[in-house]
């Protein structure tokens, strides 16, 4: 009698019937499944605690072999974390061969069929936000630990594996501004290759819902608060700052930009008052010339929380998060408030 064997191969023989029953092409049993009392041999098997067994010793490294490579034939899915992290990198592939980048908006959402919305699609956008978080993570934990500090978690990191599949997705993924910016520099790059010229103004050059001209004359008037390397790779397109005294036309803001500028205020009066419940005319000076000191601007914060919850509805997840994280209980709730 080999008890064990035994059990082991009527797990076997349940996978296999589960797997022909569901049509599926991986073991993602859930965890309570156990089979039905007509599978002859099979029946009445608590199969979704055997996979999850099967899982544990794995990782454990007590898992024989044979049985990893007969499991595998099964289609094993060692890790669901892992498995659901290739499912996302199989739609940043689609999302980039469709837009000629990795770099979506956050509320962007993507099927790996090449599809936004609908059946079999994901919040893509949440997605790439979520991975360059990680990513600088691991950028700063790594410096932490050369600088010599010990007991630094490794937990929330992007793996170097991971981070190189990304970057052959598309190497400018994660770059170290503000991703709607590198999204504008590589659209307007993308026209520029293609033989196009780059827009004087407003309302001459939309991609990707993206208005170029208005982006360019963006950085030509805020040339002084880029970064070094983004002033060169704008002059790489042969875009310069404005001259003293050079009319370049009004500079209208991105939707994302806007909610950008207001949040900042929000957080800056939150973080000063301990709450964030301001006059409806309270008027919230902020810094933005990126340095402490010098541009300010003013930010009607009281009238655009008020209209912001009115059509709280409306709002993306991600910035309901934002505004619950400053303490705002009805931006935690979906729907009206």
């Not at 067994?53 to 007590?62: H, I, L, P, V």
């Not at 691991?138 to 010599?148: K, P, Q, V, Y």
């Not at 500090?149 to 170097?160: D, I, N």
């Not at 196009?196 to 208005?214: F, R």
Request: charged share 25%; proline share 4%; glycine share 12%.
């Amino acid at each position: 009698m080999d008890p064990e064997g035994a059990y082991w191969r009527r797990g076997i023989e349940a996978a296999t019937r589960w797997l022909r029953e569901t049509g599926n092409s991986e073991l993602r049993v859930p965890f309570t499944y156990v089979t039905p009392e007509d599978w002859g041999a099979a029946s009445a098997h608590p199969l979704g605690a055997w996979v999850a067994d099967q899982r544990r010793y794995y990782a454990a490294g007590t898992l024989e072999a044979s049985r990893v490579t007969e499991l595998e034939r099964l289609g094993m899915v060692w890790s669901v974390h892992a498995s659901a992290w290739d499912a996302g990198l199989e739609v940043a592939r689609s999302y980039a061969a469709v837009h000629g980048h990795f770099l979506p908006p956050a509320n962007a959402v993507w099927g790996s069929g090449g599809v936004g919305g609908g059946a079999g699609s994901m919040a893509i956008g949440v997605w790439a936000k979520n991975q360059r978080a990680a990513a600088r993570k691991t950028l700063e934990n790594a410096a932490r630990r050369e600088a010599g500090e010990t007991g630094v978690p490794y937990a929330g990191e992007l793996s170097t594996s991971r981070q190189e599949a990304l970057a052959e997705i598309d190497p400018g993924w994660c770059p170290a501004w503000e991703i709607g910016w590198q999204r504008n520099y590589r659209l307007a790059l993308a026209h520029v290759k293609a033989g196009g010229s780059l827009p004087a103004g407003a309302g001459e050059l939309v991609v990707q819902g993206e208005d170029l001209g208005v982006w360019i004359a963006g950085q030509r008037v805020g040339w002084d608060r880029l970064m070094p390397a983004q002033q060169y790779l704008l002059e790489t397109l042969g875009i310069e700052p404005a001259a003293e005294g050079e009319a370049v036309g009004p500079v209208r803001r991105s939707q994302d930009e806007r909610w950008n500028t207001n949040l900042a205020a929000a957080r800056q009066f939150h973080a000063r008052e301990g709450h964030l419940r301001p006059a409806r005319k309270h008027v919230e000076l902020i810094d933005v010339s990126g340095g402490g000191e010098g541009e300010q601007e003013a930010v009607k914060l009281g009238a655009w929380l008020d209209n912001t919850r009115k059509r709280a509805a409306k709002l993306s997840a991600e910035r309901r998060a934002q505004l619950a994280g400053l303490g705002l209980e009805w931006a935690a709730r979906k729907g009206n408030a």
